[in-house]
């Protein structure tokens, strides 16, 4: 017999898969997603749920690695010139994007928070036809940027969501807070929401993460664990050019510096107490040929399997930073650009989701997988759980013809699917056997 949430899916996985190519077409980077907030806005209009954006939703000072205003400014004129309105707009001008959707039943009950990341990676998309994406013509419409980590369907998860609580309004009781999260990549955004008090209340918060492990589409892992922290820093080398011939020693080489910091930061003992890592992932510097490079910039992240972990490598590579700008005479600058904490879910929850799910003919629940990287949703998860709420991050594996980050990215859409029916009988199931907190 098929029951309620069953015939949801059915009705709803169009809906879902649409939503996703339309968001995976117009990818946008952290704190610039213009576009895709306002497009999440209509989705959401006239189904009962109150919204909140711009700094309703975040706080401002709390953001991380706000892109420069040059940026900012030229995102705005292309949302402007895709139809975004202007009074619309001006609420999210400077980069506070992503919003809150709030569905307030009016009857006692548990207060849900759900957190659905949606920003891109500036990474140019594969166009070649063994590229799902190419080849049925969802593939990005912006040059140099891509979702190559699924946040377009977690989006698309995000909505999916919506339709059903909004469905079901006259049957549920208590609170739901859909959060849609900017800036999740480097570890920028989460922090920004979360001061805002949008999980200061919540009894029970869910959230999840498409692929990860390459599994069948239809396995979810209830809870997770490992969760890294990471620091991301830019280090700006300061020096004095020269002409390379005619008077090399009245430069100060900032090239150099930042050279012999690289080979030196990923040259940091591993640590006995858990996984610890480093990586330079880009080095600009110079000007020219024959010119003593006057400026270098690096982007370097540091993570480790708890907070002390990752403080030994940031403390490591900071002094490996300044001495390498003291041997070559040139000035440094250290510009923090993102964090994410360490922090598990609760373990608990792969019981509840297993019970909740014995009816799903599609889902198969494992009780926990590791994740083995770092995800801002760490400062929500701890956020719920010291004010006494129960927390948990779930995987929505699919088989990944390529890995996160990488040109090719992509996953089966049932993974999604599968994603929301999980999150859905979850919150139906505990909304029927849990308490709200005393």
Known sequence: MTDAIERFMEEIEPHLIDQRRKRHQYPEIGFAEYVTTYHLSEQLAGKGFELFYGTDFLTSDERM??????????????????????????????????????????????????????????????????????????RSDISGMMHACGHDGHAAVGLGLAEYLAKEKDNLRGKYTILFQPAEEGGRGAKAVVDKGWLDDADYFLSGHVGIHDLPSGTVAAATSKFLASSKINAKFSGKSAHSGLEPNAGRNALLAAASATMHLHGISRHKDGA????????????????????????????????????????????????????????????????????????????????ACTASKRLNIVPHLPIGASEDVTYMIERVRERGGKATFMIFASPLPAGHHHPRFDYEEQALTAGLETLIRTTDHLLKEGNTRE
């Open 276 to 355: 610890t890592r480093i990586n330079v992932g880009t080095l600009h510097a110079g000007s020219g040929r024959n010119i003593i490079a006057d400026r270098a910039l690096m982007e370097i992240e540091t993570r480790g399997e708890t907070n002390d972990l990752d403080e030994y490598m940031q403390e490591n590579a900071l002094r490996i930073l300044q001495a390498s700008a003291a041997m070559f005479d040139v000035e440094l600058e250290i510009e923090h650009m993102g964090k994410a904490i360490s922090a598990d879910a609760d373990l608990e929850f792969a019981a509840i989701v297993e019970r």
């Open 65 to 138: 690695g706000v892109p420069d205003a040059k940026f900012l400014i030229q995102q705005e004129q292309r949302a402007l010139a895709y139809g975004v309105p202007s009074d619309f707009l001006e609420r999210m001008k400077g980069g506070h994007t992503g919003l809150a959707a709030v569905l307030d039943t009016g009857k006692p009950g548990p207060n849900f928070a759900y957190r659905f990341d949606i920003d891109a990676l500036p990474i140019e998309e594969d166009d070649t036809s063994g590229h799902v994406p190419a080849r049925q013509d969802f």
